[in-house]
């Protein structure tokens, strides 16, 4: 069992930053992979992020260039940087791990097995 807890979210105006932290209960440095995802009101939810063991990346189009995902082993903690926010990133962003050690799917949900409760980020313009 692993046990994510968010963090970093908040208000902030178009083109302004946050950084956003998950802090696993025990080390995640060798599961297949993490990520974040965000859902928004009356929407889907989506990936938005993820990192496999090997530390290559994923991102959605729609953040490419502007978020950065990040892990730190000795932390048990996974970090998604925003820059350049816009009102469209506004969403419950929740942290995910893959219950497994084997390949990263990337934003297949289905891997996923552990989950946060969620952290609220708005962007007004």
């Known amino acids: 069992q692993v046990r994510l807890v968010e963090s970093g979210g908040g208000s902030v105006q178009a083109g302004g930053s946050l950084r956003l932290s998950c802090a696993a209960s025990?080390?995640?440095?060798?599961?297949?992979?993490m990520a974040w995802f965000r859902q928004a009101p009356g929407k889907e939810r989506e990936g938005v992020a993820s990192?496999?063991?090997?530390?290559?990346?994923t991102y959605a189009d729609s953040v490419k260039g502007r978020f950065t995902i990040s892990h730190d082993n000795a932390k048990n903690t996974l970090y998604l940087q925003m820059d350049s926010l816009k009102p469209e990133d506004t969403g419950m962003y929740y942290c995910?791990?893959?219950?497994?050690?084997?390949?990263?799917?990337?934003?297949?949900?289905?891997?996923?097995?552990?989950w946060g409760q969620g952290t609220q980020v708005t962007v007004s313009s």
């Open positions: 995910a791990a893959a219950g497994s050690r084997g390949y990263c799917y990337g934003f297949q949900s289905s891997q996923y097995s552990y």
């Open positions: 990192i496999d063991r090997f530390e290559d990346t």
């Open positions: 025990r080390y995640t440095g060798n599961v297949a992979c």
